[in-house]
């Protein structure tokens, strides 16, 4: 922990916020502050998908889409980038090529930084990387609750005989015993399946489901105080497939399913969620090249700045 001030973003009002190379909330790098407490890192890596390309490029995409984020955050009543030191870590270089080694240096990367007790703010890629950062959070915190907002289950378990996959992260990491069991929900999930049986299993594996149709009839308020209710006070990974919004609010994205959540929807459901003790959290499965008018990477970077929020609120609180 810092005792100096941290170090926000660049001034927008003396240097337009449309200049110079762009890094999360025109934050400072990790490498210009003496510490940092929650950590924005770039994996670009999409060898995983199982449709469209291109996630590789969504890091870059939702910095340049941080650009007109603003210091005081309203709807939580918070200044994030005050109340803890957040620097942009620039990206892993993961292998194209073998997604064996890229999971393997993600991993690595990942611990290097939750060493110093950095929480961890990803910028995807697709969504095989959540394996590696939920390995790296585990050795740090033991096994964590997962909140995982998705169009999709992602806990099939091969494509093609591959393990490694966009769709099949959160079995893997079931099987590997990285994940509190008691405390595993879907949200968001919609969409035409295999068969009965991914339902089945996903149960079997400890997951409970808020469709996308659950959160439209119950509301978002109500939705946050259930999963608020079965996280509780344990370590809690956050993972955002970008998908879980409707291809409306998120058309760059490789595997869009009709029937989502609204932007509106998501941040709400996410500001419901101040009291948990979020260890780390991802956005993943933003690509560029199928947005319009960065529509998905405005979302992805509203959505990562609440992330933010919700982790430099418990700093500070822990701090205090
Ligand atoms: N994780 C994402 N976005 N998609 C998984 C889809 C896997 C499938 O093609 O069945
Ligand atoms: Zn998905
Ligand atoms: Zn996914």
Not at 28 to 36: A, F, I, K, L, Q
Not at 257 to 269: D, F, Q
Request: glycine share 10%; hydrophobic share 40%; net charge negative.
């Amino acid at each position: 922990m810092s005792s100096t001030a941290a170090r926000g973003p660049v001034d927008s009002s003396r240097i337009p916020r449309y200049a110079g190379p762009a890094t999360f909330a025109r934050l400072p790098r990790t490498d210009e502050v003496p510490h940092t407490d929650i950590a924005v890192v770039g994996v670009p890596f999409d060898s995983g998908v199982s449709y469209r390309p291109g996630a590789r490029f969504g890091g870059n995409a939702i910095r340049e889409a941080s650009r007109l984020l603003r210091p005081y955050n309203a709807a939580q009543d918070a200044l994030p980038f005050a109340l803890a030191q957040v620097a942009d870590a620039g990206d892993i270089a993961a292998n194209p090529f073998d997604i064996h080694e890229a999971v393997a240096t993600v991993e690595a990367a990942a611990e290097e930084l939750l060493r110093s007790g950095t929480r961890l703010m990803t910028l995807g890629g697709d969504h095989t990387i959540a394996l590696p950062l939920l390995r790296a959070v585990a050795r740090r915190h033991g096994p964590v609750a997962l909140l995982h907002f998705d169009a999709h289950l992602d806990t099939w378990d091969t494509y093609f005989g591959a393990e490694y996959t966009h769709g099949t992260p959160f079995r893997r990491a079931v099987e590997e015993g990285i994940l509190d069991t008691e405390a595993l929900s879907h949200v968001g999930t919609r969409g035409p399946l295999y068969g009965k049986g991914d339902l089945t299993d996903d149960q079997k594996m400890g997951f409970g489901i808020v469709t996308s149709a659950d959160v439209m009839r119950r509301g978002v308020d109500e939705v946050a105080a259930q999963l608020r209710e079965r996280i509780g006070d344990r370590p809690l990974y956050i993972s955002i497939d970008i998908d879980v919004l409707d291809p409306a609010h998120a058309p760059g994205t490789g595997t869009p399913e009709a029937g989502g959540l609204t932007s509106r929807e998501l941040l709400e459901i996410l500001r419901g969620l101040a009291a948990c003790n979020v260890v780390s959290a991802d956005v993943v499965e933003v690509a560029p090249a199928y947005d319009h008018a960065e529509i998905t990477s405005v979302a992805a970077a509203h959505v990562a700045y609440e992330l933010t929020t919700l982790m430099a609120r418990r700093i500070a609180g822990e701090r205090a």
